[in-house]
């Protein structure tokens, strides 16, 4: 299993977007290392120019553990969501 990371502001329940100016979303960005999202820390912190700094008590970070549930070719995938796209998929590949 792969371990990604999310920046949360308990305050607002936003996530950080990463940057310098360190906004916030609703979607936020992931960091796919604990590495990635130490640096993004430092470099944070390390801007004079932040001055969301104070704020950074109220913010935690989130630890997801991604895993591979199945694999399914794209037909097989698309068609199970919208069967006409099976059509347009097959229609597309005969034009070639």
């Known amino acids: 299993m ?6 949360k502001d ?22 796919k290392s604990k590495g990635h999202l130490i640096n993004h820390l430092k470099q944070f912190i390390r801007s004079k120019e932040n001055i969301l ?3 950074m008590d109220n ?3 989130i630890e997801y553990e991604i895993c591979e549930l199945s694999k399914s070719d794209l ?13 347009d998929l097959l229609s597309s590949i005969n034009r070639s």
């Open 59 to 61: 913010w935690v970070i």
């Open 2 to 7: 792969k371990t990604v990371y999310k920046l």
């Open 53 to 55: 700094y104070k704020n």
């Open 75 to 87: 037909f097989s995938f698309m068609s199970s969501n919208d069967p006409k796209i099976e059509l």
């Open 10 to 31: 308990k305050t607002t329940g936003l996530y950080s977007m990463g940057g310098v100016s360190n906004k916030f979303n609703k979607h936020g960005k992931i960091w």
